[in-house]
């Protein structure tokens, strides 16, 4: 049986950054689904072949009074494991954070924001009342969001930070969608050895080639010790993805093999990594 979670709130309270929060820890979310259609997809994840064991609903700012409520009844009818969040904020955290985002409230035929907001929370009372967790984000931080949501709702299986671990040819022009970019044309080159120049870096003699030079081993420690301090850093910004992507000159021999040996560290210290050579068949 999948495990619900059904998101309300106030409009600026945080909806959108709960909800990316979830997609991180492995959440299956769905932002904006009309009520009367969450029992028919809690069916779906229930299914004993479904992959969905952890579903969330992000309510709709404009849902209905009552839409919310009816659904969440629905599903614990049929016995469904759902959690009601309510997520509130102060009016006057709310008024800043239209003011500095300059969007408009929701509630925008009302004449002021402060009205406005005042205005939905009396909307909103009904599906506060029923809530199973009360969450207020007057005093949170994007950052103390996502601590927060981890700590309620994350696994020991989750997985912070994913690595996209890849290599180029500088001469195919760089990558532009990398966060770091290493060059590797500091190591002696296996184009010039005859008997290495058709096969490519994910061969073993390639590699042995590449990793038994004097300079591959300092290299990829630095490399590895790097990380080691950026991941848990960007993580407490809140970044979920990281790439990195190793060039050499025509992106098939050095910067493969030291791709793949890198992805091997990663992997082994049980970091979720994928690896893409973007330049190997040229």
Known sequence: MAELLVVAGLSGAGRSHFAS???????????????????????L?????????????IGKADAAEGETLSAVSELRG????????????????LVRRYKDSRRPHPLSNISTIEEAIEAERVMMASTR?????????????????RETVTRLYGTEGDHGMQISVSSFGFKYGVPRDVDIQLD?????????????????????????YVLSQESSEPFLKDISSLLSYLIPAYENEGKSYLSIAFGCTGGKHR????????????????????????????
């Not at 120049?197 to 061969?203: A, E, F, I, M, V």
């Open 129 to 145: 009342a029923e809530a199973d967790l009360i969450l207020d984000t007057s005093d949170l931080s994007v950052h103390d969001l």
């Open 184 to 208: 590797c044309r500091f190591l002696p080159n296996p184009h010039w050895v005859e008997e290495l120049r058709d096969k490519n870096g994910l061969s073993n003699d390639v590699q042995n």
């Open 78 to 93: 049929k016995k469904e494991t759902v959690t009601l969040v309510f997520l509130d904020c102060s009016t006057e955290t």
């Open 45 to 57: 994840a229930s299914a004993t072949d479904s992959n969905w064991n952890r579903v969330a609903f």
């Open 21 to 43: 929060n979830l997609e991180d820890l492995g959440w299956f979310v769905i932002d904006r689904l009309p009520a009367e259609i969450m029992g028919r997809v809690s069916e």
């Open 255 to 282: 910067s493969v093999a030291i791709a793949e040996e890198f992805t091997r560290i990663l992997k082994d210290e049980e970091i979720d990594i994928s690896t893409f050579h973007r330049d190997i068949d040229r």
